[in-house]
């Protein structure tokens, strides 16, 4: 028995915590080449190797090109295009909290106590006016309303008296609604 390879299927089994069989085709596959000798008609296993630490220092050269750069994938600017992801609502707010965080590196505590309520203040004023100059422009018409004619529109041209017996629940009285009394015909 040799000093390296000192290990039998069963006891390198269980070292790597797999079967017999999976050390048979892992060897048969060629993943353990130079860690066995076959003596006769056995196989004698050396110690797997350990698991190193990574020694590999990362720079701008070793991560890709499209880790690194960031692109704003044919969006204008001042327009978002959040809707296209799976959580918009987070992906925004991510992207506020981050401009928060950007300005907060620009301004010192005094002036960011002064700026970002005027700011507040002044967003709000410009999108109650956008909303107030589309409410009186002429072509605007509610989309509620609209539908809702048309369903009036569609209903007044394809409403016609129910036919037939019905049971009524509120007078629990069978109740007709035709006026000319069906007679069956016999021949």
């Known amino acids: ?13 269980k070292l790597l915590g797999i079967t ?34 990574i020694k590999e220092t990362f720079t701008s050269k070793t991560i890709h090109a499209s880790q690194s750069s960031a692109r ?13 992801c799976r959580n918009p609502h987070k992906m925004q707010q991510n992207n506020d909290y981050r401009s928060l ?3 907060k590196g620009l301004l010192t505590k005094e002036e960011q106590e002064k700026v970002v309520p ?4 002044l967003a709000k004023a410009e999108v109650a006016k956008e909303k107030l100059s589309i409410l009186l422009s002429p072509t605007f018409k509610p ?6 004619l048309k369903k009036l529109q569609h209903y007044e ?19 007709t609604n035709s006026t000319i009394k069906h007679v ?4």
């Open 20 to 53: 017999t069989s999976g050390v048979r085709k892992r060897r048969l596959s060629g993943k353990l080449d130079g860690q066995y000798i076959k003596n006769n008609s056995e196989y004698f296993y050396s110690a797997p190797g350990r698991d190193r630490p």
């Open 72 to 84: 704003r994938r044919h969006v204008p600017d001042g327009e978002t295009n959040y809707g296209k």
């Open 157 to 175: 041209k394809h409403y016609q008296e129910p036919k037939g017996r019905w049971y009524n629940h509120d007078t629990q009285e069978m109740e």
């Open 101 to 103: 965080m950007r300005i």
């Open 184 to 187: 069956p015909e016999y021949y």
């Open 1 to 13: 028995m040799n000093l390296k390879y000192k290990f039998n299927a069963s006891e390198f089994s």
């Open 118 to 121: 005027k700011l507040i203040e």
């Open 143 to 148: 989309f509620a309303v609209v539908n809702n």
